[in-house]
């Protein structure tokens, strides 16, 4: 009899405890499905674009535009430069600064960081212009983030481990190169076709008549000095 109520005691506190747990469960579950809801109605307020400039020609040689948004709990940001740095322009030179960082710090009101994007130079892509020229750099990527921390952001920064120097050869290469006349060009004297052959090197006469520097070469007819032969 002692052990039919001890077992009748022990059912009791078992279902009184199960019926606690089920209880507090399903008041949590309750509780973080209301979470979810109001954090995801407040997410919609941030699904709209915020556009984020700064200004970093002197330092960079490019102004930055970053556009950002909230959705389903992701961050998505989008980078697109003013122009193509200089320091950048030779396909050598991006790849020797291939894992150099591009830094974007979103700080808050007060001035602290609550989220940094580090961005390497061999993940952005070029933008070009209508002759395929650089004019731009250009990034797009997406992390988790919640709600709170959208929300507090306030003003974009930059900081950068790029190095921005120019080597002397590269900024050589920008100078506009002298434009050199064609020695092939009709109705020249011999004179002025020697002249135009002397852009490209020292004149070595190879024969009577025929003149070379490098892979050019010039041969005239020897009783008028017509021209026979132009390469």
């Given at each position: 009899m002692k052990i039919?109520?001890?077992?009748?005691?022990?059912?009791?506190l078992a279902t009184a405890i199960f019926l606690s747990v089920f209880a507090l469960g399903l008041v949590l579950g309750i509780g973080y499905t209301a979470y979810v809801y109001w954090e995801n109605a407040q997410a919609k307020v941030y699904e709209s674009i915020k556009v984020w400039k700064v200004d970093f020609q002197p330092n960079l040689q490019f102004s930055?535009?970053?556009r950002t948004k909230l959705s389903e709990g992701r961050f998505y940001v989008k980078v697109d430069t003013s122009a193509y740095p200089q320091y950048l322009s030779p396909p050598y030179l991006k790849a020797q600064k291939a894992e150099q960082v591009l830094v974007l710090d979103?700080?808050?009101a007060d001035g602290f960081k609550v989220y940094s994007k580090p961005i390497e130079v061999k993940d952005f892509s070029t933008n070009v212009d209508a002759n395929g020229k650089p004019k731009g750099l250009n990034f797009e990527g997406n992390d988790i983030m919640s709600v709170s921390t959208y929300?507090?952001?306030s003003k974009l920064e930059l900081r950068w481990?790029?190095?921005?120097?120019?080597?002397?050869?590269?900024?050589?290469?920008?100078?506009?190169?002298?434009v050199l006349l064609d020695h092939c060009a009709p109705n020249l004297t011999k004179s002025e076709r020697?002249?135009?052959?002397?852009?490209?090197?020292e004149?070595?006469?190879?024969?009577?008549?025929?003149y070379q520097v490098g892979y050019r070469s010039l041969t005239f007819f020897s009783g008028d000095n017509s021209l026979l032969h132009c390469r």
């Open positions: 039919f109520n001890y077992l009748k005691s022990s059912m009791r930055l535009v970053a979103f700080v808050d929300a507090s952001i481990t790029i190095d921005t120097t120019i080597p002397p050869s590269v900024a050589w290469e920008d100078v506009p190169s002298k020697l002249k135009r052959l002397a852009q490209h090197g004149v070595r006469q190879t024969s009577d008549g025929s």
